[in-house]
């Protein structure tokens, strides 16, 4: 689905925790276009997992406006309705996959949705299909590996179709293959996206924007930017790093 | 938590799990009332016809007997000694009673009987099958939804906690009887409790955000046909028969 507005938009928001003195987002203003694909890099505690949580209503701001999907979100019914719409994918997987099995799990959305089970199984073994995971579908998923957790949870987030995904720290001690199949299948999604990540490699790969976050502030791109350039010096060949 | 049990495939296995909780909870309870030793072998034997149908292999059957073995055993080295009552058997100090055999055998004879009840009918069902038929049989939601969370973390909690252990452990804490070792344990026993917590209010996030509203919807549909109430209506009417047989005889 296209949208000729912006997908979010963020006017002045902040937030402070219960009992924290400085706010975890101050001010922050956001416009989140439908052909963003965006990076946010950023220091832990700079207020990123709490951005993301905010769009999707789980920490009300103490001040400013959010509009998703074109909608102003003011009360928590506004929320229900836009979260089977936007795709959070979480820090830690084993917080999304609560069900017995694989296909249970990424049958969960849909079939809140109201799909029924039959719809619901098709639609699930397409995407963990798409994402190269079928095999895995009567596995328990507890017993799965850190990355097939991984997949497994953006597996059944994206099975509820979302018209856009916001993913915190997608991988996250993930090995390279699991990356490559992830970069892979962020490139083939034609909806916008926000990407949390740590790792320049990945953020250069699947974003065209890249902001930072500073003591709850948004830099823009203006103000950073992820660049590369050819250079040489003497033990150049061996695996380094420059600080 | 293995659910061995429940990979297999038979006409049990297939049956409606709702159908299959009230048996199970009918020819339990029929099982506890009965007293009489070949009322209760007729009820081995129809528990042991109830696995067979499972087609479990004798071999898983046994093994989940094993935790109740030790239990019993435990019951058999007590009780016939300290139950008093007519002497059976004269041991030099020690003195077998007539009723504290006949108990033991009782209680092994029901606990078996009631296990094999619950491995053919209720463990031939996944946790999450379960959970379903609990839902369907208008047991509250919210203790459906605590079973079904139980089961999926208690492996992630035990995990949590074997990670705090080794930290510990790496950190050259030896349990012994000592204070430290005690308010070492409270420490990771509060730091369980935290955590799950913090956990619990994660999930629940995350469940909010694929548009969980309280209800559990689940993919396995099974539709009771005649079968399964004629199923149904047998074998508790054949337990309950048991226990009226005993009653007017006794």
């Given at each position: 689905?296209?949208h000729?507005?912006?997908?979010?938009?963020?006017?002045?928001?902040s937030?402070?925790?219960?009992?924290?003195?400085?706010?975890?987002?101050?001010?922050?203003?956001?416009?989140?276009?439908?052909?963003?694909?965006?990076?946010?890099?950023?220091?832990?505690?700079?207020?990123?997992?709490?951005?993301?949580?905010?769009?999707?209503?789980?920490?009300?701001?103490?001040?400013?406006?959010?509009?998703?999907?074109?909608?102003?979100?003011?009360?928590?019914?506004?929320?229900?309705?836009?979260?089977?719409?936007?795709?959070?994918?979480?820090?830690?997987?084993?917080?999304?996959?609560?069900?017995?099995?694989?296909?249970?799990?990424?049958?969960?959305?849909?079939?809140?949705?109201?799909?029924?089970?039959?719809?619901?199984?098709?639609?699930?073994?397409?995407?963990?299909?798409?994402?190269?995971?079928?095999?895995?579908?009567?596995?328990?998923?507890?017993?799965?590996?850190?990355?097939?957790?991984?997949?497994?949870?953006?597996?059944?987030?994206?099975?509820?179709?979302?018209?856009?995904?916001?993913?915190?720290?997608?991988?996250?001690?993930?090995?390279?293959?699991?990356?490559?199949?992830?970069?892979?299948?962020?490139?083939?999604?034609?909806?916008?996206?926000?990407?949390?990540?740590?790792?320049?490699?990945?953020?250069?790969?699947?974003?065209?924007?890249?902001?930072?976050?500073?003591?709850?502030?948004?830099?823009?791109?203006?103000?950073?930017?992820?660049?590369?350039?050819?250079?040489?010096?003497?033990?150049?060949?061996?695996?380094?790093?420059?600080? | 938590?293995?659910?061995?049990?429940?990979?297999?495939?038979?006409?049990?296995?297939?049956?409606?799990?709702?159908?299959?909780?009230?048996?199970?909870?009918?020819?339990?309870?029929?099982a506890?009332?009965?007293?009489?030793?070949?009322?209760?072998?007729?009820?081995?034997?129809?528990?042991?016809?109830?696995?067979?149908?499972?087609?479990?292999?004798?071999?898983?059957?046994?093994?989940?007997?094993?935790?109740?073995?030790?239990?019993?055993?435990?019951?058999?080295?007590?009780m016939?000694?300290?139950?008093?009552?007519?002497?059976?058997?004269?041991?030099?100090p020690?003195?077998?009673?007539?009723?504290?055999?006949?108990?033991?055998?009782?209680?092994?004879?029901?606990?078996?009987?009631?296990?094999?009840?619950?491995?053919?009918?209720?463990?031939?069902?996944?946790?999450?099958?379960?959970?379903?038929?609990?839902?369907?049989?208008?047991?509250p939601?919210?203790?459906v939804?605590?079973?079904?969370?139980?089961?999926?973390?208690?492996?992630?909690?035990?995990?949590?906690?074997?990670?705090?252990?080794?930290?510990?452990?790496?950190?050259?804490?030896?349990?012994?009887?000592?204070?430290?070792?005690?308010?070492?344990?409270?420490?990771?026993?509060?730091?369980l409790?935290v955590?799950?917590?913090?956990?619990?209010?994660?999930?629940?996030?995350?469940?909010?955000?694929?548009?969980?509203?309280?209800?559990?919807?689940?993919?396995?549909?099974?539709?009771?046909?005649?079968?399964?109430?004629?199923?149904?209506?047998?074998?508790?009417?054949?337990?309950?028969?048991?226990?009226?047989?005993e009653?007017?005889?006794?």
């Amino acid at each position: 689905m296209t949208h000729d507005f912006p997908v979010i938009q963020l006017k002045n928001v902040s937030f402070t925790w219960p009992g924290a003195v400085e706010p975890t987002l101050d001010d922050v203003s956001l416009s989140v276009e439908n052909t963003d694909r965006i990076g946010i890099m950023a220091p832990n505690g700079s207020g990123k997992t709490t951005l993301f949580h905010t769009i999707m209503g789980l920490c009300i701001p103490d001040a400013g406006t959010i509009e998703v999907l074109g909608k102003p979100m003011k009360t928590e019914k506004d929320f229900e309705q836009i979260r089977s719409r936007v795709g959070l994918l979480f820090q830690d997987a084993d917080d999304q996959l609560f069900s017995p099995t694989v296909i249970d799990d990424v049958c969960f959305g849909p079939l809140n949705l109201g799909f029924s089970p039959k719809d619901a199984l098709e639609q699930a073994r397409d995407i963990l299909d798409g994402l190269g995971i079928l095999a895995l579908e009567n596995c328990i998923t507890h017993k799965l590996s850190g990355g097939q957790k991984r997949l497994v949870a953006l597996a059944a987030v994206m099975a509820m179709k979302p018209e856009l995904l916001l993913l915190d720290e997608p991988t996250a001690g993930l090995d390279a293959g699991v990356k490559t199949t992830l970069v892979d299948s962020l490139l083939s999604l034609n909806i916008p996206y926000i990407v949390i990540s740590h790792e320049f490699d990945f953020i250069f790969a699947v974003t065209h924007r890249i902001f930072s976050m500073e003591k709850g502030r948004i830099l823009k791109d203006d103000e950073v930017h992820i660049h590369r350039h050819e250079h040489m010096h003497k033990l150049g060949k061996f695996p380094h790093k420059h600080v | 938590m293995d659910e061995t049990l429940a990979q297999y495939d038979s006409w049990m296995h297939r049956m409606d799990p709702g159908v299959r909780v009230i048996t199970a909870v009918i020819v339990s309870f029929c099982a506890a009332l009965c007293h009489d030793v070949k009322i209760l072998g007729v009820h081995l034997i129809l528990a042991l016809l109830l696995v067979g149908m499972a087609k479990l292999p004798p071999r898983a059957v046994l093994k989940r007997l094993k935790p109740l073995f030790w239990f019993l055993v435990m019951i058999w080295v007590l009780m016939p000694f300290t139950y008093e009552g007519e002497p059976l058997v004269v041991m030099g100090p020690l003195t077998l009673t007539r009723p504290g055999v006949m108990l033991c055998v009782n209680i092994t004879l029901k606990s078996v009987i009631i296990l094999f009840y619950f491995m053919a009918l209720v463990a031939t069902m996944t946790v999450a099958t379960l959970g379903q038929s609990l839902h369907t049989l208008h047991v509250p939601d919210k203790m459906v939804f605590l079973l079904l969370m139980t089961y999926r973390y208690i492996a992630v909690i035990q995990a949590e906690y074997h990670r705090l252990l080794r930290a510990a452990k790496f950190r050259g804490f030896v349990p012994g009887t000592n204070i430290h070792s005690y308010r070492t344990y409270a420490y990771l026993a509060g730091m369980l409790f935290v955590r799950a917590s913090r956990r619990a209010s994660r999930v629940y996030d995350a469940m909010r955000c694929r548009g969980f509203n309280g209800k559990f919807h689940t993919l396995d549909t099974f539709s009771p046909g005649v079968v399964n109430h004629l199923f149904l209506t047998l074998v508790s009417m054949t337990a309950l028969g048991l226990v009226v047989t005993e009653t007017l005889l006794m």
